[in-house]
């Protein structure tokens, strides 16, 4: 199937590219940007910013402008690295031309008839792209996936659910990646923690509601949680990592919790890792460094479950932020998309 990626040239942009590099079902036709880097080769346009070295199968592909005139009627799907402020003005636009748009970008996360998906937890919410279709008049669709410190932790709420789960209190510690190549300067982060990351606090109370919520076949009814969320920037690159504190209706043994974790849903997709949540038992477990890269960054890792009284648990969880944070995400996602719905 042949993609393109719009806004290839930016930080989640570049993962996109990576990933879908000798991907077996998608094949790159389209790389899109501002109208300041249409023209340009990828390699002149892209300031390459991630450890591996740029693909070559791209390096000397054209930059086109973003835009559904741009790219090519073979391509049937899309993947968007685009700011939500071009986001909302542009995914539209291939939609309603007939693409399918795997999104990544925050707009519209949290509207009625877009799913907001993790394949493993609600691959049945891609019933809300029909409803989109009927509703908006759209040949295409568009498909979101969570923030990318939401979608750490809400693989491990949908594993604990079934257990019980009704509140959810979490801290995060997010890499400075998730703000952008140019997002956080040196000066801002080095020796130091910013407590603050404009509307991610919303962002992670809400998004996990719908994603955990039973789709009925026109809407989601959100799952009923309390989650309440305290956003941080630190300084580590990649990898977000959050402290989860939570309580259920009845007692739930930190045992429980770990069968339940590890035995939560595979999927036999390509970027699928082999197990979506590794439980680590050592006491300084997950790291950044040391837990991010875990299923090729598709894994969410998670340590330090123990007991916490009166029908309490806690632990800690953590994934590769532009990588099952984002990019990833959106591939798993198309993915889905592919086998189920085209």
Known sequence: MKVGVLGATGNVGQRFVQLLDDHPWFEIDALTASGDSAGETYADAAAWALPDEMPDGVADTTVRETSADSVSDDVELVFSALPSSVAKEVEPEFADEGYIVASNAGW???EDDVPLVVPEIN????GLLEVQRDERGWDGGIIKNPNCSAITMTPTLAALHPLGLNEVTVATLQAVSGAGYMGVTSMEILDNVLPYIGSEEW???NE???ILGEFDGARVDEADI???ASCNRVPTVDGHLENVWCR???DVTADDAKEALRDFTTLDLPTAPE???LVREENDRPQPRLDRN???GMSIVAGRVRDDGDKRLKYSCLSHNTVRGAAGASVLNAELVAERYL
């Open 108 to 110: 519209a996360r949290l």
């Open 123 to 126: 691959p049945d919410h891609l």
């Open 203 to 205: 962002k992670m109370e």
């Open 208 to 210: 996990p509601r719908k």
């Open 226 to 228: 309390n989650i309440s």
């Open 248 to 250: 259920f209706d009845d």
């Open 275 to 277: 197990q979506t949540i």
């Open 294 to 296: 875990a299923g090729g």
